[in-house]
C-alpha cells in the first residue's frame, strides 16, 4: 500500500515525500517479513532473511535512484551482518558480495560522497564481523582494511579516493589503538597465532600499496602506511604498537605544517591527542587511583578539546587570510 | 521498463510475505511425523499474556549425553550441530549420536539440525537447541499438568518444525 501511495505521488511529481513513502513501504516489508518469522515460529538458520530485504532495497534504488534509498537499503545489509553474527555466529558471504558488487555498482556508476563513505563503512564493518565471527586472529583487519585503502589509492577520482582512505585510515587507528591494549595482554599474547599465510599475501599487498605510491609520485603519503605494519610479529610489539601510533601523528604534524595544508595538520593533531590519551589510559589505569584517574583524565580530555579548538580556529583563520 | 520493474518487485514482495505464512500451513501436509518426549515433568511451561501466549519445552532431546556425542574437540557456542534420531518401539524418538558433519538417515531414523549451547559439567550433557523449545502454540493443550508429555512435531521437507501436538 505505502508502495502504491509512493508511486502514485511519484509520477505526479518526484519529490521527498514520494520518496519517503516509498522508504516507508520498503522498512515496512521488512518489518513484515520477521514479523512472519517470529509469528510462525520459522527457524532461520542463515541471512536469508536480511538478504532478501537487501535485494529487494537495491531493485527499490535502481527504480527511483534516491540517496535515501541507497541510505536505508545499505544500512539494512550492514545490520544484517551484524543481526547473523550474534545469532547464528556465522558470516554472511552473500551480503558482503552484495555489498561489492551491487552496491558497488551503483557506487561506482553514481559518484556521490556519501554512496562511498557508506560503502566503506558499511565494507569496515562487515569485515570487522567477519573477523569476530569466524575467530580469525584480529591481524587480518589490517590486510582487510589495506585492501580498502589501496583501492582508494588505485582510482583517481577524489569521489572513491578520500572516503575510502579517510574511513580505511580511522578503522586501521582504532585497530592500532585496539593493538596496543592486547598486545599488553598476556592472556591475549598466549592466544595469538602467527599465520604464514597472512604474511605472505600482506607483503605482496604491502609492496604493491609502495609501488603505487613511488609511481603516483605522492612518497610523502607512506606514512600511512606505518598504521598497516603487522606489529604483532616482530618484537617489543607492545612498545612499537604506540611508537608507531605516535610516528603517525607527528609525521602527519610535520607535513602538513611543511606543505601548509590545514588539511593534514588536522588528521595530525587529532590522532596525536587520540595518541595521547591511549598512552595515559595504558600506564596510568593500574597506577593511579581511581578518582585521581578520572580527575586527571577529564583535565586532559579538557585540554585536548581546547587544544583542536583553537588548531581548528588558527586553520580556519588562516584559510580566510588566503582568500 | 521500470514500470514493470516496480510492479515485478511488489509482487515479489507479496509473494515472500504470502509464502511465509503460507508453507507453515504446508508442514501438516508434507511434513513427516515425529514424537519427542518432554525432559522432566515441571518442564513445559507457559508464559506471557493469554492472547498472545508462548510455549516453552525442554525436550529430552536437548541434552545430549556423553557417549552420544561424536565430536572430539571443543566446539564454540552456536555451532550448528547434526543430531540423529531413532525411534523406539512406540515411535518415539530418541537420540543416537550427534556430530558436526552431515549424517545420514535410514528409515526410522531422522536428522534435525540443532544449534550447541553448553556442556553441563554436573550432568556431563551437552545442551544443543532446535529452534522449536519456545513457540505460539496453534492448537489447545493442558499446560496445567505437570508430567512428562509426549509431544508431536512435524518436519518439513524445506527445513522447518512445527510442533504440532502436546499430550500427557
Redesign the interface.
Known amino acids: 500500500m505505502l508502495y502504491v501511495l509512493g508511486d502514485i505521488r511519484y509520477r505526479k511529481s518526484a519529490d521527498l515525500i514520494a520518496i519517503s513513502f516509498i522508504v516507508l513501504g520498503y522498512i515496512a516489508f521488512g518489518a513484515g517479513m520477521l514479523l512472519a518469522i517470529d509469528i510462525y515460529n520459522i527457524q532461520v538458520t542463515f541471512a536469508w532473511p536480511f538478504i532478501i530485504w537487501a535485494v529487494v532495497g537495491l531493485g527499490v534504488y535502481f527504480i527511483y535512484e534516491h540517496k535515501l534509498l541507497f541510505s536505508v537499503a545499505i544500512a539494512v545489509t550492514t545490520i544484517g551482518q551484524l543481526y547473523n553474527a550474534s545469532i547464528n555466529s556465522a558470516f554472511s558471504w552473500v551480503l558482503l558480495f552484495l555489498l561489492l558488487l551491487g552496491f558497488g555498482h551503483f557506487v561506482y556508476h553514481h559518484r556521490n560522497y556519501l554512496f562511498s563513505y557508506l560503502f566503506s563503512i558499511s565494507f569496515v564493518v562487515q569485515l570487522l564481523t567477519l573477523v569476530f565471527a569466524a575467530s580469525q586472529q584480529y591481524y587480518w583487519l589490517i590486510l582487510y582494511f589495506l585492501i580498502l585503502y589501496v583501492a582508494g589509492d588505485l582510482i583517481r577520482e577524489q569521489v572513491y579516493r578520500k572516503p575510502f582512505k579517510i574511513i580505511s585510515l580511522l578503522a586501521i587507528f582504532i585497530v592500532g589503538m585496539y593493538q596496543t591494549f592486547i598486545l599488553q595482554d598476556e592472556f591475549y599474547m598466549d592466544d595469538l597465532t602467527l599465520q604464514w599465510s597472512f604474511i605472505i599475501v600482506w607483503f605482496v599487498l604491502f609492496g604493491a600499496a609502495i609501488a603505487i605510491k613511488i609511481i603516483d609520485n605522492r612518497s610523502y603519503q607512506l606514512i600511512d602506511f606505518v598504521l598497516f605494519l603487522p606489529i604483532a610479529f616482530i618484537p617489543f610489539s607492545y612498545g612499537m604498537s604506540l611508537i608507531v601510533l605516535f610516528i603517525f601523528s607527528l609525521v602527519w604534524l610535520f607535513i602538513g605544517y611543511k606543505q601548509d595544508n590545514s588539511e593534514y595538520i588536522l588528521i595530525g593533531t587529532i590522532s596525536f591527542l587520540v595518541s595521547v590519551f591511549t598512552v595515559y589510559i595504558q600506564f596510568a589505569w593500574d597506577a593511579m587511583n581511581k578518582s585521581l584517574f578520572f580527575l586527571i583524565g577529564g583535565i586532559l580530555l579538557f585540554l585536548i578539546s581546547f587544544l583542536i579548538e583553537k588548531q581548528r580556529r588558527t586553520i580556519v583563520d588562516k584559510q580566510k587570510g588566503d582568500e | 521498463m521500470?514500470r514493470f520493474?516496480?510492479y515485478l518487485?511488489?509482487l515479489?514482495?507479496i509473494a515472500?510475505?504470502f509464502l511465509?505464512?503460507v508453507?507453515?500451513y504446508f508442514i501438516d501436509d508434507y511434513g513427516r511425523t515425529v514424537q519427542l518426549l518432554s525432559k522432566h515433568e515441571e518442564m513445559t511451561d507457559t508464559y506471557g499474556s493469554y492472547n498472545q501466549h508462548m510455549t516453552y519445552i525442554d525436550y529430552e532431546i536437548n541434552f545430549i549425553a556423553e557417549d552420544a556425542w561424536e565430536i572430539a574437540e571443543e566446539v564454540?557456542?552456536?555451532?550448528?550441530i547434526y543430531v540423529l534420531l531413532e525411534s523406539d518401539s512406540d515411535g518415539v524418538f530418541h537420540i543416537a549420536k550427534a556430530n558436526d558433519q552431515k549424517i545420514d538417515a535410514e528409515q526410522d531414523q531422522v536428522v534435525l539440525?540443532g544449534?550447541y549451547q553448553y556442556y553441563n559439567d554436573m550432568q556431563k550433557e551437552y545442551h544443543v537447541t532446535?529452534?522449536?523449545e519456545s513457540?505460539?502454540p496453534d492448537f489447545d493443550f493442558n499446560s496445567s499438568v505437570r508430567d512428562q508429555s509426549i509431544i508431536t512435531i512435524q518436519l518439513a521437507p524445506w527445513?522447518?518444525?512445527?510442533v504440532t501436538d502436546i499430550e500427557n
Open positions: 521500470k520493474l516496480f518487485l511488489l515479489l514482495q515472500i510475505l511465509l505464512g508453507q507453515y564454540d557456542y552456536n555451532t550448528k539440525q544449534r532446535y529452534g522449536i513457540f505460539h527445513g522447518q518444525k512445527k
